[in-house]
């Protein structure tokens, strides 16, 4: 196993379409975050995942996000109707439960033009 | 709720000289602490993390970390730093294991020759 794996590393949309992004943990791993990071700051949490199920969200997952782990494996992140604010890096981390250290994929960065 | 403080937002430093990123933290409760390093256009690594016991932690590339939990203080140290150190340091805090991560600002290290 390599690590916890994102695609694609860089998607470049139009505003108002919409895009999905993949993440793939860690096998062992039965958490998965996600979170945002924009440029010249800290990555801000989104949502998480235990197994298959969405344990929370933050408020700044608005209605036009929508992240699944229908398995309990992957996890996809939809943008839809994407704003030129959604421009981001959009990180994907896995750790197991009962454990404090999450490892992190490279990111996708997303570009709305 | 807790939040985490990183008080330079850019530090610049010759090569061979050591180094401190400071980090402050607040908590009503007991937490975990997290540094990591960011190349740009990529994920996330663990540097070193606090979980618990002693309070200076040693991490990798010759880092550590001093815990102070009456300053509410968790900064990042090196004795010497090499070029390859030029990267963003993120400071982070975790309420139980697992559990979502809160980010500070990060800083940018530069290391000149």
């Known amino acids: 196993d390599t690590g916890v794996s994102q695609n694609p590393r860089h998607k470049i949309t139009k505003r108002g379409q919409n895009v999905t992004f993949r993440c793939d943990p860690i096998?062992?791993?039965?958490?998965l975050y996600w979170y945002r990071q924009t440029l010249g700051q800290g990555p801000e949490f989104l949502t998480y995942?235990?197994?298959?199920?969405?344990?929370?969200k933050s408020r700044l997952l608005s209605d036009r996000f929508s992240a699944e782990r229908p398995k309990g494996s992957f996890s996809t992140l939809e943008i839809q109707r994407t704003e030129q604010g959604d421009s981001a890096m959009y990180l994907c981390?896995?750790?197991?439960?009962?454990?404090?250290?999450?490892?992190f994929g490279q990111g996708t960065r997303l570009t709305v033009v | 709720a807790q939040s985490v403080t990183q008080l330079d937002s850019q530090v610049p430093v010759f090569e061979e000289a050591p180094v401190e990123l400071r980090c402050n933290y607040s908590?009503?409760?007991?937490?975990?602490l997290f540094w990591y390093v960011q190349y740009p256009n990529q994920g996330l690594q663990l540097l070193l993390k606090?979980?618990?016991?002693?309070?200076l932690v040693k991490g990798i590339n010759g880092f550590e970390a001093e815990f102070n939990k009456s300053q509410t203080s968790f900064h990042l140290r090196k004795p010497s730093v090499h070029i390859s150190d030029t990267a963003e340091y993120f400071c982070?805090?975790?309420?139980?294991?697992?559990?979502?991560?809160?980010f500070g600002q990060g800083t940018e290290l530069s290391v000149k020759p």
């Open positions: 096998s062992e791993h039965n958490r």
């Open positions: 981390a896995s750790s197991l439960a009962g454990t404090a250290e999450a490892f």
């Open positions: 606090y979980l618990s016991g002693s309070t």
């Open positions: 982070a805090v975790t309420r139980g294991q697992g559990g979502k991560l809160i």
């Open positions: 995942f235990q197994n298959e199920a969405q344990l929370e």
């Open positions: 908590s009503s409760v007991s937490v975990y």
